[in-house]
Structures are given as structure tokens and as C-alpha cells.
């Protein structure tokens, strides 16, 4: 009766803000990158220096306190590109600092972002593993 | 039943979406500042809680030494607002904890306090406020998270109330509600949880004392918002409880009907708590509203709760309130 009830989330328009605006932090770390280039950095290191802007970028964002906003608006569109998980780790950062750098925002840090970093590890390991024996026969 | 129990003063703190509320010229103290000033959430829920207790003494012109007995709660854990709160102030106290229905257990039991002669003077306070209790059970505030259009914001709040054995409204009657649950474990949708609760406390009443719906100015549940308030009409008619315009909803009223904002309406215990002590309080002393129904409705979950997947038990007490 009350999942009968519960009104869903409007799909269509959640997808076009997400497309959009993740389409416009896509173009943003491509320019970015030409950007780079054009400074005389390497392919590969413009790529990291890419990375590492929006992080920055999506961190300070968090502690103005916009991202939130934001993200409300676009929904997967910021969550998805590599700022979604710079918001996951600044955000509990900054709601701990109350309870000191140790116990606060050194264990709390990775409260939403821990989950991605263990399965991302472990998914690493297994295709690690997959690669490995996979050379020892083809190779 | 209470022979002689009356509340005779009121006051509300309120937040800065809340001032901007329907009720915001209501409150006795708003502040734009979500912080009040203090250095953390939780820190700022206690200064909110003691705001509101140090403005009923001023409003009831009391000492601290007057008061025999504090009764109240909140939403954090070990219900440390209010608990840091009465340290301050200092007071006898005793702290609750029914969720978003404590406002009306402390009412039930300072009520019966008071009636029973074991106090002169009791002084229910209760809490809650949105950033401590987002961060206690959702995510950090300043996450990116989504959240579906059935869900309620928890209200930025502090109502604190007097029971003596006089006073302008009378406290006539009260019924303890029995937990309940109806299988529903998605702790986004708890004004569906907390439905069949309200449902079932009313209805008992209702068998109890012979009386109906349309006895009464006023049947006002404590935080059910849009999809709460919509079920619970229906669980009524079907236990054949015609109830048509007569429920009302304090998560409906608080930030409005329209819940611009805030999804599905508010929700904390302070929310119930606020409206009853502006909007309500109010319209009872200008006899506006003769005789009301007040059902603090509240979800008995943790964060942990429902990570494992539990059910969500919910609870119901009502009060019978009278302008005298």
C-alpha cells in the first residue's frame, strides 16, 4: 500500500540534468587537458594534472558549500565523474573536524568512500590475478 | 484521564528555514545562524534546547529553583541535547527518548506528574535539529546524496511547555500508544511507517472513550508529512473511522502545505513540538480550537537498524488537549 503510494523520483528530467551536466564536467576535463598540452606537459600527465584539478576543484567546491546544492540538481552527473568521489571524502572530513584529527577526520574520512576504496582494491587484485595467468599462457 | 493538569506557558526556538516558514513570526527565538552560535551541530542543538527552556521560565516568570522536574529528549544518541541542555540549566531531570513522539510523552508524563501532586511544576522540552540529525542518520551535510521525493526534512526546533495545575489549556486525557509495524524498512519513507502506529492509537481512543473524530476542532498527528498523513486517512476509513478534513499534520503545517523544498514535509521531534507550541498554542488560547487531539507519532530506528535490514517499529501517543 505505501509503495503504491510513494511518488518517483521524475526519470526523465533527472537523466537530462545528469547528461547534461556530466557532459559539461567531461568537457571541462577536456579543455583542461588541451589546456595542459598546450603548456608543454606530456598526454599522460595532463591527464593526471586533469584528475587532480577536479578533485581540487570539487573539494573546494564541498567546503564552500555548493557542491550539495548542486549535485542535488544534477544527480549522477556530478556523482559519477571522479568529483563524486572527491565530494564522498571531503564532506565527512569536514563534519568531523569537531571531534580532532585523529579521532574525527582521520577515522571518519572514508565513512562513504572506504566501501569503493576496499571493492576497488580487491576488484584490482582479482583482475591482477585473471591478467597474470592469462600471460602465462598466451605468452 | 488527568484531573488537574494544564499547560500554562509555552516557547519555541526555532532555525532559519523554519523563520521562513508559514510559523516564522510565531517563534519565540529564531536564528539564521544554524550553528547558534556554538562550534558544532550538536553543541547547537543543546543551545537550542536550552534557549527554549530559559525562555519559558522568562515567559512564565520562573526561577530554576521553581521548577521540580524537566522532562525531555531528542534525536541524538544517549539524547545528549537535552541532557547537556538540563546540565546547564541545572534542573531535576529526566530524559525520554520516543523518537519524533517524544513531545508527546513528555507532555503525557508531565501531565500525569503534575496531576498525580508528585510535581508542582514541570517543564517538557524537547529537540531536534536538521544537521545533527543528518549527520547522525543520513549522510554529511555537505554529501552530494540524492533524496526521493517521499522523504521529510527534519526540523531545526525546540518547544519546551509548563504543566502546572492551572494554566489556559487543560491536559484531559492521554492514551500510550503500542509499538507497531506494518513491514516497511525504507527509512526514507518513515511517514509510511509511522501511519499504522497513528492509526492504530487513534482508533483505540476512539473505542476507548466513545468519541469521534468530529468531537473535535483539531486531529493533529505529530510528523506522518505527505505520504504518512495520506495513508493514515485511509487506514482509518478502513478501521471505519470517517475522518474527512478533520486530520491535520504538524510536518504539513511547519513548512507549509505546498512542503516547498522539502520534499514530503518536516519531521523530528521538534517539529511536532514547534507547531504545537506556536500554531497550535495559538489558536487554543484565543479559543479558536475548543478541544484537540495531539499524536506524536515516532519511528524507533538507528542507522544500524536499518542497514540490517529491520523493520521499522513506530509508535503513537496521543493527548487530548482543551482550551479553558
Known amino acids: 500500500m505505501a509503495s503504491k503510494r510513494e511518488k518517483t523520483s521524475p526519470c526523465l528530467k533527472n537523466c537530462l540534468f545528469a547528461f547534461l551536466s556530466g557532459g559539461a564536467v567531461c568537457l571541462l576535463g577536456q579543455a583542461m587537458k588541451d589546456l595542459f598540452a598546450l ?17 581540487f576543484a570539487a573539494g573546494l567546491c564541498t567546503g564552500l558549500g555548493f557542491y550539495d546544492k548542486a549535485a542535488r540538481v544534477c544527480g549522477a552527473g556530478l556523482f559519477v565523474p571522479i568529483t563524486g568521489f572527491s565530494n564522498a571524502v571531503t564532506s565527512p572530513a569536514i563534519e568531523a573536524r569537531c571531534e580532532g584529527a585523529v579521532t574525527g577526520v582521520g577515522s571518519e574520512i572514508f ?29 | 484521564m488527568f484531573d488537574k493538569a494544564y499547560i500554562s506557558c509555552c516557547a519555541a526556538v526555532g532555525g532559519a528555514l523554519e523563520k521562513r516558514g508559514p510559523l516564522g513570526s510565531l517563534f519565540d527565538i529564531t536564528a539564521e545562524d544554524s550553528y547558534f552560535g556554538m562550534d558544532s551541530w550538536e553543541q547547537a542543538e543543546s543551545e537550542m534546547s536550552r534557549l527554549s527552556v530559559n525562555m519559558l521560565h522568562k ?60 510535581a508542582e511544576k514541570a517543564v517538557a522540552a524537547v529537540s531536534s535539529h536538521f544537521c545533527s540529525s543528518e549527520r547522525q542518520f543520513r549522510f554529511p551535510l555537505e554529501y552530494g546524496s540524492q533524496r526521493p521525493p517521499y522523504s521529510q526534512n527534519t526540523v531545526t526546533g525546540a518547544g519546551a511547555f509548563l504543566l502546572e495545575q492551572s ?39 476512539f473505542e476507548l472513550t466513545g468519541e469521534r473524530p468530529t468531537n473535535y476542532d483539531a486531529v493533529v498527528t505529530g510528523d506522518l508529512g505527505r505520504e504518512g498523513s495520506a495513508l493514515l486517512a485511509k487506514l482509518l476509513e478502513s478501521g471505519g473511522i470517517g475522518v474527512k478534513g478533520a486530520l491535520d499534520d504538524c510536518g504539513l503545517i511547519v513548512y507549509g502545505p505546498e512542503c516547498r523544498g522539502v520534499n514530503a514535509g518536516g519531521s523530528g521531534c521538534g517539529c511536532s513540538a514547534c507547531v504545537l507550541a506556536t500554531y497550535f498554542w495559538q489558536k487554543l488560547c484565543k479559543k479558536e480550537i475548543r478541544r484537540m487531539l495531539f499524536v506524536g507519532t515516532g519511528a524507533l530506528l538507528s542507522p544500524r537498524t536499518v542497514m540490517q535490514k529491520q523493520v521499522i517499529p513506530c509508535i503513537a501517543h496521543l493527548v487530548e488537549l482543551e482550551s479553558i
Open chain 1, 39 to 55: 603548456l608543454g606537459a606530456e598526454e599522460k600527465t595532463a591527464y593526471s594534472l586533469v584528475a587532480v584539478t577536479l578533485v
Open chain 1, 111 to 139: 565513512k562513504i568512500a572506504g566501501p569503493v576504496i576496499v571493492y576497488g582494491n580487491i576488484a584490482s587484485v582479482i583482475y591482477g590475478v585473471i591478467y597474470y595467468i592469462y600471460l602465462c599462457f598466451a605468452g
Open chain 2, 59 to 118: 515567559k512564565a516568570s520562573l526561577a530554576e529553583k521553581d521548577v521540580d522536574v524537566m522532562l525531555g529528549g531528542d534525536l541524538l544518541n544517549q539524547c545528549t541535547a537535552t541532557g547537556f541542555a538540563a546540565n546547564s540549566l541545572p534542573v531535576p531531570f529526566l530524559g525520554l527518548y520516543n523518537a519524533c513522539a517524544t513531545a508527546a510523552e513528555a507532555l503525557l508524563l508531565g501531565a500525569s506528574l503534575v496531576s498525580g501532586g508528585h
Open chain 2, 167 to 205: 494554566g489556559a489549556v487543560r491536559v484531559t486525557r492521554a492514551l500510550i500508544g503500542k509499538v507497531t509495524e506494518k513491514g516497511i524498512t525504507d527509512a526514507n519513507n518513515m511517514g509510511a511507517a509511522m501511519a499504522p502506529a497513528a492509526a492504530q492509537t487513534l482508533i483505540s481512543f
